[in-house]
């Protein structure tokens, strides 16, 4: 018995890293997979059909079930040819992982305009233009599903030098926020990932290069927690964001405090004066800024 028999999953950008870990995984589980990927370069130039296709006949060597899938995840009409590849070919979809991205690192004042929009079409739009579709069949079907939408740390508490990116991500966990909300009376679940794991992505992070990867943060060894998330084992989850990574699996939370109410007209002066109050006085979260 597989966690996963007799689902569909649909991953996008599957062709390598994190989303080719999680296709084996899920297909292992027994769910058919459609791995989408259109196998650009890290900054989102170029294509190569190929690598979708070298993790599908890898999975079915092993006895899996997979099809690949080459478009383009920020048009419409790609997610709404990535759908079509899973219901021509395994006739439903239950899940969805939207995980393809790209990287454009830059300080703010240096990020052209280009730079930014292809890193908020890639992530942002492209997250939009996969899920909707697999949103409406699964709403106009009666069927439950469940996504995963991959948002990082780096939108949830910021990261030097990554302004389009961090914003796409941060955007991306309102659209968790917002889907999950609406997703209730639909039996849909959606769930938030800020992954972390050594892949070409991050190889060339400071501090990792030319250093043997922690075989923790291999990406196989992160995949088990996004397992977990779109199985039927975090059922009760939904609208919530998980650290999966080499530190193992923990919720981030958006967190509010009890803050300064006189219930009365106030002034900036009293803001101040009650500071303790607003902020946090104990600031233990992990802020990747203040690191
Ligand atoms: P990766 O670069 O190995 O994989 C991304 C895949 O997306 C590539 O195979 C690429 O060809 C594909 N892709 C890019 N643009 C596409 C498009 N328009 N249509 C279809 N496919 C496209 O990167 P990695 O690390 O596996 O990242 C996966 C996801 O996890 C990304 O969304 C990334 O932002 C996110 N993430 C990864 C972290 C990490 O530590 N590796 C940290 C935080 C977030």
């Avoid at 492209?126 to 709403?139: D, F, I, Q």
């Avoid at 917002?178 to 769930?191: H, P």
């Avoid at 088990?224 to 530190?247: E, I, N, T, W």
Wanted: proline share 3%; glycine share 14%; charged share 20%.
């Amino acid at each position: 018995m597989g966690l996963l028999d007799g689902k569909v999953a649909i991953i996008t950008g599957a062709g390598g890293g994190l989303g080719e870990a999680y296709a084996k995984l899920f297909a292992k589980e027994g769910a058919a997979v459609v791995v989408n990927d259109l196998g650009g370069a890290r900054d989102g130039t170029g294509a190569d059909r190929s690598a979708a296709q070298k993790v599908v006949d890898e999975i079915t060597a092993a006895g899996g079930r997979a099809v690949a899938n080459g478009d383009d995840v920020s048009t419409v009409q790609g997610g709404e040819n990535i759908l079509k590849a899973a219901l021509d070919n395994f006739g439903q979809v239950d899940i969805l992982v939207c995980n393809a991205g790209i990287l454009r690192d830059k300080t703010f004042a240096n990020t052209s305009e280009e730079d930014w929009d292809a890193v908020i079409k890639v992530h942002l739009k492209g997250t939009y233009c996969c899920a909707l579709p697999v949103w409406k069949w699964l709403k106009d079907n009666g069927r439950p599903g469940s996504m995963v939408l991959t948002s990082s740390t780096s939108g949830l508490y910021g990261n030097f030098g990554q302004a389009n990116y961090g914003a796409a991500k941060a955007g991306i966990y309102g659209l968790v926020r917002v889907l999950s909300i609406e997703g209730r009376k639909y039996g849909i679940r959606v769930m938030g990932l800020a992954p972390g794991a050594y892949t070409r992505m991050t190889s060339d992070l400071p501090g990792r290069q030319g250093r043997e990867p922690d075989p923790m943060s291999l990406p196989e060894n992160v995949a088990p927690g996004v397992l977990y998330m779109v199985s039927d084992l975090a059922a009760d989850h939904s609208g919530k964001v998980l650290g999966v990574s080499s530190r193992g699996v923990r919720e981030i939370k958006m967190l509010e405090t009890e803050g300064f109410n006189p219930g009365r007209p106030y002034t900036a002066q009293e803001v101040a004066e009650n500071a303790a109050k607003v902020f946090f006085a104990d600031d233990k979260a992990r802020t990747l800024a203040s690191a």
